[in-house]
């Protein structure tokens, strides 16, 4: 079993790099396969959930080689539908991009029922709705877990408005309309860096996309989209993350390689709490120069706080003076973590959708599971600030979404170790 061995109680100080963002990465190596053509995909995050993704793709049939750690080409012209591996493709939601993909591409799609992070149920109407309007017949088996679609017709550009703001009904319907023939209009679309990032692939490959960073997206569909060269944006839930681990335990730390200003919930709300940031153009310097004190947090689509972020910032707000609130508002259920923290000392009750946050002078090390990816790291972030040693199990969730975590950790004057029997 893997675990990691956190000792506590030391500040951060350094230069940390952050990696290509996550969730840009698994639409647009999927979406690569609408191509037929060879694509390099750069500054992608050396995580499991993007290797699996890869997996997917050479199981049915595309040339993948990597160059290097963070860097493939992706070769899909024998690319075939239909035959996406259950077990990868049932372990990560990043895979449901595979059902827009195999529409666009083949007119048909047969796709496992995708995995991902427990947070209570991850429905897919919204998803399916598009595809409906587009002109696909849409059926679940699911007796056997597979998700049908069908456009015997191709799929035509149409109106599709979502009930909910969905950053995968966004993306998923984005790649089945970049083919599609006529314009199609999204709206009420998400307006996460990361669905810009895909629009900026597609366009980069001869897509017509605009409006991708508003809530109403336009896309003329295209006969044809050719390879291209792409660089991922950087993932500002890594960043997030190390910037609260140097809110926990104190210290100054450069955070590089990131968009400032798809950070400014998370530097607002940690500015709130007392830390110092300063800006640059692809960096920020966060430092703890006072103890911090209590906040509210309410989670948002982008560009409200992100909900990415919930697990960490409750870890800070731990150790924070007086009560703090955490309202989670886009998950039903992703307080799973507030019973691991409370194994280490905190005092959290969580009621409906909110969490109040009672902050003691220090959290104790205890031995606790990381139950989903940002659970995780708000576990490690907790060890990190705790008294004594801390032992994470399950940690095959973090390093799903964090690239080198224990190596980037380690590098600031963590102590921090993976252990593997
Ligand atoms: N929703 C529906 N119907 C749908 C789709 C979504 O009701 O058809 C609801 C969900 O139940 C939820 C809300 O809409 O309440 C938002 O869900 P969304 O579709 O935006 O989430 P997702 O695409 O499944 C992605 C990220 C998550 C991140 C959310 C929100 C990926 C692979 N996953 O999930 O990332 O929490 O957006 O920003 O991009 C993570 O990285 O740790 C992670 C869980």
């Avoid at 493709?89 to 992070?117: D, H, N, Q």
């Avoid at 998803?127 to 456009?151: P, R, S, W």
């Avoid at 998950?331 to 923290?341: A, G, I, K, M, P």
């Amino acid at each position: 079993m893997e675990r990691y061995i956190v000792s506590g109680g030391k500040a951060l100080f350094g230069d940390v790099e952050i990696s290509g963002m996550k969730n840009a990465a698994l639409p647009i190596v999927v979406a690569s396969i609408l191509t037929g053509e060879k694509c390099v995909i750069e500054n992608l995050p050396s995580i499991s959930d993007v290797r699996k993704s890869l997996d997917i793709l050479a199981a049915m049939g595309a040339e993948v080689n990597y160059k290097g750690n963070n860097s493939v080409e992706i070769d899909s012209k024998d690319v075939k539908g239909g035959i996406s591996p259950y077990d990868l493709v049932s372990k990560m939601r990043g895979s449901t991009y595979l059902i827009g993909a195999e529409l666009a591409r083949f007119g048909r799609a047969k796709v496992g029922w995708p995995g991902g992070c427990d947070f209570g149920v991850r429905p897919i109407d919204q998803h399916i709705k598009g595809f409906e309007a587009l002109g696909a017949k849409v059926t679940m088996d699911t007796e056997n877990g597979y998700i049908y679609a069908d456009a015997p017709n191709g799929l035509h550009g149409n109106s599709v408005y979502f009930d909910v703001v969905s950053v995968g009904a966004t993306i998923n319907v984005m790649i089945a309309a970049v083919l599609a023939k006529g314009k199609t209009v999204i709206d009420n679309a998400a307006r996460e860096p990361h669905i810009v990032d895909l629009a900026n692939f597609f366009n980069t490959c001869g897509a017509k996309i605009t409006g991708a960073g508003t809530s109403v997206i336009k896309i003329q569909g295209v006969e044809k989209l050719h390879g291209c060269n792409y660089t991922i944006i950087p993932d500002m839930i890594e960043a997030g993350t190390f910037m609260a681990a140097v809110a926990a335990t104190g210290g100054k730390v450069n955070i590089k390689n990131i968009i400032p200003k798809h950070m400014e919930s998370v530097s607002a709300k940690l500015e709130e709490m007392g830390m110092k940031i300063e800006e640059f153009d692809d960096s920020i310097t966060i430092e703890k120069v006072k103890p911090l004190k209590k906040i509210q947090i309410k989670t948002l689509p982008y560009p409200g706080f992100p909900t990415d972020m919930h697990p960490q910032l409750t870890a800070v707000l731990c150790t924070a003076e007086g009560m703090s609130t955490v309202t989670e508002g886009v998950w039903e259920n992703r307080f799973r973590y507030v019973e691991e923290l409370r194994k280490m000392g905190a005092e959290i009750e969580v009621e409906g959708v909110s969490a109040r946050v009672n902050g003691v002078p220090t959290l104790r090390g205890a031995e606790v599971k990381a139950v989903d990816l940002r659970g995780g790291a708000a576990m490690i972030i907790a060890g990190l600030a705790a008294k004594g040693t801390t032992e994470i199990t399950n940690i095959m969730s973090i390093e799903r979404g964090y690239d080198d975590i224990v190596g980037k950790l380690t590098a600031l004057g963590a102590d921090i170790r993976k252990i593997e029997e």
